[in-house]
């Protein structure tokens, strides 16, 4: 409660912060209020208002969370038009996704839901590249009010058949009555709506022009807080309403994230805009972390919470690579990244672990989240599982690698620009770098 | 002082670290040297305790690998103090990286550091490939990491099948899950994976098409490190982990082994006779090397397991020289593509004395540490399978045949190349002269006085071959 009423001041205090000649100290004031936000996330550990609750698995999401908002708020840049407004929005998004890690009720999810999107809607218009931007805009607008459609659709016909908007009776409804073919067709769609949001595969048609469209910053965002937030709000849902028919669900669950991965990484391979090939990879890592949840062991929300953690902070870390190397006219392509060695070393450092991560290399966090999801496949006896997911890892590591060898391919000399790095944004990058191999090290720190 | 595992581990991680402080090229690759030969004294004295039964931390197997990567990594270091490479602080680094990998990967017993260790070195090596390739290739990189990379991923799942399968208590401790005795059709259906990611590692015939690439577009120091340690992994891998955990598995499926590193060999031997490239008949000399080994291994027998092991150390010495020496020509040159080359000889005469000593033992010619290896392997193979035997002879005459060839074409004859290249004339410094003195020295040391290898490897063949005929 105190976090979310942190969040509000911050974002009122943005917003109104410019008129009273703040605005150099706005980032700054904002960043301190998030992170002051996130120390306080785990003061209550265990209590219920009436329509959120908190535990410690809320707790270990929200700081998530709040950790990623307040690294892609770091992202943007200091002279961004209407600083404040837009800072305000990111704010009042991270509070839309801690509603829905703590939600307990329906509508607490869709509000929730509405509030992370709407936000988002307005931002990814704010791009350099108008047209694609627009596009972008109109495209995640049309395509998230769908799937706001749909779960509302889908709450309305639980209610219908259970009387209540609550998890828990919900779920101990479904403990005592087999589920009638309304209430299955509600969770169905329930579950579609938050696909939707997570990009998972059969839905994931806007991620790609979205993601392209965007500004980077905010691609970055997109890419760690929304989807953390989706998939911990399914999270509850899945243990609270599914868990009790698991058997029916999880088959379909796991389809739903093999064809994830295996369409994201193929439709990876052929991309030749940066944005793009990391919407698809994000698509396949949606699928790998739908692995956990789909499974129902009583590891997954630790699971998960690692995966996200160790995702987070590679497409961080690239998105604040590319956010540096994009020229403001053209679109990010392969060739954008050529010859950064030889521009800038920390930032060919931070792509190169970055890359390293999300393929899976050991030493890095990637590889570890990769092996918990492999050993609790194992666990459960999914041999074809482990086999797809090891397939998979090395059709990524081609496209990661392709990346990674035009980072370090020789530049021309026409664009052999030095790019340079203020001092906060080098320690930035170190700090991302040694979060990434300190958790991929020694990963019981973080377990 | 206490030296265990992870003293060296440590030392060689924090040399790492502070190489790139060293911006000077003349101080870095000094402070290098030092630190590598450090590292050296620190596992000679490891290795002498362990050897000794005074501090037994490493067996003998692991003292080996050891030795051979504590020993090279001075030695590609100084083979470097002539023609440093660009912004060279941070190739050391990365060299010691490797170092800290290969180190961590040939002391655990932990298989799922293994593995991570295992994964790890490829970091390094890939970042020097990209880093200080020659012709740019990028294409070449990325085949090298696909291959590489989904063999980790067969060593992940075999290791995984392995820690889970038993019931009860699990084990990552390697000497645990060789004493977990598995049923066997798990063990013939475990054996493929595994054998899988060790073979694309070493590399042998048909998983080796990454290497003659990468090796031939590595700069040298790189392709040094590349075939003289990299590869070893692979093998290392075999003796610590496939045979030991399977023995079962790999009494079934070693006829087949064997017959694709036989194939291989001669596949291997007869591309090698018609490369056109120095550094590419060095590559598929390479590859026919380890099939070699594979092939004294598998053999099944006490002499071929030991011929192995002894054909591995000197493959180690040899490739270091011969791919040091392919850089020296190429330096000196201008060109490694044969036809262009001749006459060596005529304006270097000790460099072609030196490659024709790192030619003798790449042959296996007698009083060479070649010979050895090569001996023993043939011996063990024709002890039990003696028409398999034969044929692995017929993969030494193609050897002899397309070194020789290498020898003829580019010492002798007329010397082709134009004279207009200034670094010809300069003599080798007398840095490379260590390393070249060093590396043929042991060709023919170990080659006359086999002993100190052949006791080291016995007890490793005596357990394998003993786990395999039971």
Redesign the interface.
């Known amino acids: 409660m105190i976090v979310i009423l942190i969040l509000i001041s911050t974002a009122l205090f943005a917003m109104v912060g410019e008129f009273f000649g703040l605005g150099k100290f706005l980032k700054t004031i904002t960043l301190l209020l998030l992170f002051t936000a996130l120390v306080f996330t785990y003061s209550h550990i265990s209590a219920s208002y009436h329509m959120l609750s908190f535990s410690c698995v809320s707790a270990v999401f929200s700081s998530a969370i709040l950790l990623f908002s307040l690294f892609t708020t770091l992202l943007v840049p200091k002279d961004e038009s209407m600083l404040g407004s837009k800072l305000a929005l990111l704010t009042f998004s991270t509070i839309g996704a801690l509603l829905m890690v703590t939600y307990s009720h329906f509508v607490v999810l869709f509000l929730g839901i509405e509030l992370l999107s709407i936000p988002l809607y307005v931002l990814s218009a704010g791009s350099h590249i108008k047209s694609a931007s627009k596009e972008a805009a109109l495209k995640y607008f049309l395509m998230g009010s769908f799937a706001s459609t749909i779960l509302l659709f889908g709450i309305a016909l639980i209610y219908y058949e259970t009387g209540s908007f609550y998890l828990s009776q919900i779920g101990s409804f479904l403990s005592i009555h087999s589920a009638s073919p309304i209430l299955l067709v509600g969770l169905l769609l329930t579950a579609v709506a938050l696909c939707f949001k997570s990009g998972l595969a059969p839905f994931h048609m806007w991620v790609p022009d979205v993601y392209e469209g965007s500004p980077s910053y905010y691609t970055a965002f997109m890419a760690t807080v929304t989807k953390m937030a989706s998939f911990f709000a399914f999270f509850s849902l899945i243990f609270f309403c599914f868990g009790i028919a698991q058997s029916q669900w999880s088959t379909l669950f796991i389809v739903i994230a093999l064809i994830s991965i295996t369409l994201g990484n193929i439709l990876a391979i052929q991309q030749d805009s940066i944005k793009r090939l990391l919407a698809y990879s994000s698509i396949a890592h949606a699928g790998f972390l739908f692995i956990p949840l789909a499974l129902f062991d009583p590891q997954s929300s630790m699971i998960m919470s690692y995966y996200s953690l160790a995702y987070g902070l590679s497409s961080v870390g690239l998105f604040m690579v590319i956010s540096k190397l994009e020229n403001g006219v053209d679109l990010p392509t392969f060739s954008t990244f050529k010859g950064l ?1 030889s521009k800038n070393k920390t930032l060919t450092a931070l792509a ?1 672990i970055s890359l ?1 991560s999300l ?1 899976g ?3 890095t966090a990637g ?1 570890f989240a990769k ?1 918990q999801i ?2 609790i496949a ?2 459960q006896g999914h041999y074809g599982i ?2 797809f997911i ?2 998979n ?2 059709i990524s ?2 496209y990661y ?2 990346i ?7 530049v021309g000399e026409s664009d052999d620009v030095i790019i340079t790095l203020s001092f906060g944004q080098k320690l930035f990058a170190y700090v991302l770098i040694f979060l990434t191999m300190s958790i991929g090290i020694y990963p019981l720190f973080c377990l | 002082m206490m030296i265990t595992p992870s003293v060296l581990l440590l030392l060689s991680i924090f040399s790492a670290a502070v190489l790139p402080f060293f911006k000077n090229t003349s101080v870095s690759k000094w402070v290098a040297f030092v630190l590598s030969s450090l590292i050296l004294v620190g596992a000679l004295i490891l290795c002498h305790f362990s050897y000794y039964g005074i501090l037994p931390m490493l067996d003998s197997l692991s003292i080996i690998m050891v030795m051979i990567t504590a020993i090279s990594i001075p030695l590609v270091i100084l083979s470097t103090f002539q023609f440093p490479p660009d912004s060279s602080r941070y190739f050391y680094s990365l060299i010691f990286l490797l170092e800290a990998a290969l180190l961590s990967v040939f002391t655990t017993r932990h298989a799922l550091i293994f ?3 295992w ?2 070195s ?2 390094p090596a ?2 020097m490939l ?2 200080w390739q020659k012709p ?1 290739l ?1 294409t070449v ?2 085949k090298f ?2 291959y590489t ?2 063999g980790g ?2 060593l ?2 075999s290791l ?2 392995l820690y ?1 399968y038993p019931a009860g208590a699990h084990s990552f401790d390697i000497f645990e899950l060789i004493a977990t005795p598995l049923p066997h059709h798990l063990q013939i259906i475990l054996f493929l994976p595994l054998f899988l990611a060790f073979a694309i590692k070493l590399p042998i015939f048909p998983f080796h098409t990454w290497q003659p690439e990468t090796y031939s577009s590595a700069s040298t120091p790189t392709g040094m490190l590349l075939v003289a340690l990299l590869s070893k992994l692979g093998l290392y891998g075999i003796l610590r982990i496939l045979l030991p955990v399977l023995p079962f598995g790999s009494e079934v499926w070693h006829k087949g082994v064997l017959v694709l590193a036989i194939g291989g060999l001669l596949y291997s031997a007869s591309i090698a006779l018609i490369q056109t490239n120095f550094r590419k008949v060095l590559a598929y000399s390479s590859v026919s090397h380890c099939c070699l080994m594979v092939i004294g291994v598998f053999s099944q027998s006490f002499q071929g397991i030991q011929g192995g092991i002894v054909l591995m150390i000197a493959h180690t010495v040899n490739t270091l020289g011969l791919f040091y020496m392919a850089g020296i020509i190429e330096r000196r040159t201008g060109t490694l593509e044969l036809d262009k080359l001749g006459g060596i000889k005529q304006r270097f005469p000790l460099l072609a004395t030196a490659f024709f000593v790192l030619l003798l033992g790449s042959i296996a010619f007698p009083l060479t540490n070649g010979f050895v290896g090569e001996f023993l392997i043939l011996w063990g193979v024709f002890s039990t399978h003696p028409i398999l035997g034969m044929i692995t002879g017929i993969g030494f005459i193609l050897g002899a045949w397309y070194m020789l060839n290498l020898f003829q074409r580019t010492m002798l004859g007329a010397t082709t190349t134009s004279e207009e290249h200034t670094l010809s004339l300069i003599p080798l410094p007398f840095s490379s002269l260590l390393v070249i003195v060093t590396l043929c020295g042991s060709v023919v040391l170990f080659g006359i006085y086999p002993k100190p290898l052949l006791a080291i490897s016995a007890p490793i063949a005596k357990a394998l071959s003993a786990g395999v005929s039971k």
């Open positions: 060695s190169t390293l393929a290399i050991p030493l590889f092996f492999l050993s194992y666990l482990i086999a090891l397939i890892a090395v590591g081609y690698l392709k990674l060898s035009h980072i370090f391919a020789p | 593995y991570v260790s994964e790890a490829i970091i890939l970042l990209f880093g740019r990028n990189i990325l990491f696909l990379f989904a991923m067969c992940l799942f995984l099948v889970y």
